[in-house]
């Protein structure tokens, strides 16, 4: 990546990531300063891309974030049940609401396999409660605005989006047994028919 301009000359970096593009109707037609948008990347990239990798195997790193409803959510209050664990990149955006719906549908199949759904995105948890409400999910969503979580499994890395290099979620299924191993890796994940596959995966495991 090229670099263009002085640092000293922003006054205020930042790290363009998709949120930043899906909020404007077209990436296309939305311009950034040449140097400014160069700066920022090249600023920052080292400090907000993170190196952590997590292998099947590994122990799942425990968090402690709030909910939709705002109630801190622990990964080590589930110790005995089996976790599902996915990261998804925006609320109300195609892939992520269908992602969302098709995990609403197949609960039940889960919570029959002592399985519980976390989903995690970096939206609010008052986003959080709007994607529920409108498109009348089931599942306990949880809120990493900082990227917690999302550095914790390695999913905030480099990705291209609309044209662009910038980094962003890449949406990622762990599948985390009662003893918190990780058990399966699901990444760059093609919502079609995921779920199901997902779903197959729990019942190999002993519970």
């Known amino acids: 990546m090229a ?3 002085s640092p000293s000359k922003v006054s205020t970096p930042f790290v363009l990531d998709e949120s930043f ?4 109707e077209s990436a296309a037609t939305f311009s ?3 140097k400014l948008y160069f700066n920022f990347v090249v600023n920052k990239i080292g400090e907000e891309m993170n190196e952590k990798k997590i292998n099947i195997g590994d122990n799942a790193p425990d968090f402690c974030l709030l909910d939709q409803d705002e109630k801190e959510t622990c990964l080590s209050n ?8 996915y990261f998804y990149p925006k609320d109300n ?8 719906i098709m995990f609403t549908k197949y609960k039940n199949e889960f919570e029959k396999l002592n399985t519980t759904i ?5 939206d609010s948890c008052n986003s959080h409660r709007k994607f529920i409400e409108n498109k009348k999910i089931n599942l306990t969503l949880i809120s990493d605005t900082e990227k917690e979580i999302h550095k914790k499994y390695g ?6 989006f609309m044209g662009k290099e910038l980094l962003g979620t890449i949406r990622t299924t762990f599948l985390i047994d009662t003893k918190g191993i990780i058990k399966k890796i699901w990444s760059n994940v093609r919502v079609k028919g995921h779920v199901e596959k997902v779903l197959e995966e729990v019942k190999k495991l002993k519970y």
């Open 78 to 85: 589930y110790q005995g049940k089996n976790v599902i664990l």
């Open 155 to 160: 999913v905030w890395k480099l990705k291209k």
């Open 21 to 24: 593009f899906l909020e404007k």
């Open 118 to 122: 976390l989903g995690v995105s970096k």
């Open 3 to 5: 670099f263009l301009g």
């Open 32 to 34: 950034v300063n040449g």
């Open 93 to 100: 955006t195609p892939g992520c609401s269908l992602e969302a």
